[in-house]
C-alpha cells in the first residue's frame, strides 16, 4: 500500500476572512465538525475539509498555467494521489483518520483564476473528508489509506 506526506495545512479565520485570503499552518485540530476554528467549522455534514493531492498542481503546471499552492482551497495537501478512492474510504493522516465523503465537483471558482481551469481539472478537484475522531495534523504527517471503499 502506497503512503505519503502531508505538503501543507490551510484554515480559513472567521474574522479575517475576505475573497482569497487563506491561512498556511505548521499543524490544525480537528473533530468531526471540521478544523476548529477555521470559518467553515460544523457547517456541513459532506464538505467538511477538502484535500488535494500534488497531481492537481502537478496538471496545472503540464497546462503551462501559473496557480500557487493552496488557491485550490484546499485544507490539505498531501503527495499522494488518492483521486481513485470513494465515499466510505478511510485514510489515515497522523493521528486523526478522516472519511472520504466524495469528490469535489466544484469548478466554477476556478474559471476565475483562468477559464480553461476547470477542464484542465476534472476529476482530479480533490476530495470532501472528515474526521471521524479527534486529533492534530501536522505538516510533515504520514497518509495511508486504511480502508478503500
Known amino acids: 500500500m502506497k503512503t505519503g506526506k502531508v505538503l501543507a495545512l490551510y484554515m480559513t479565520m472567521p474574522d479575517m476572512m475576505r475573497a482569497g ?8 485540530d480537528c473533530d468531526e465538525g471540521g478544523i476548529i476554528g477555521d470559518m467553515n467549522y460544523e ?20 497546462a503551462e498555467l501559473v496557480i500557487s499552492e493552496g488557491v485550490l482551497l484546499e485544507n490539505i495537501y498531501v503527495d499522494i494521489d488518492l483521486y481513485g478512492l470513494k465515499k466510505g474510504a478511510l485514510i489515515e493522516i ?33 476530495l470532501f473528508v472528515r474526521p471521524v475522531d479527534e486529533g492534530r495534523l501536522l505538516v510533515g504527517d504520514e497518509v495511508k489509506v486504511l480502508k478503500e471503499a
Request: net charge negative; with cysteine.
Open 94 to 126: 497522523g493521528e486523526v483518520i478522516l472519511e472520504v465523503t466524495g469528490p469535489c465537483e466544484a469548478y466554477g471558482y476556478l474559471s476565475a483564476l483562468s477559464p480553461e481551469l476547470p477542464d484542465v481539472l476534472r476529476g482530479n478537484r480533490g
Open 43 to 62: 457547517s456541513s455534514e459532506e464538505y467538511v475539509m477538502m484535500l488535494v493531492s500534488k497531481k492537481s498542481y502537478d496538471l496545472i503546471e503540464e
Open 21 to 28: 485570503h487563506r491561512m498556511s499552518c505548521d499543524d490544525i
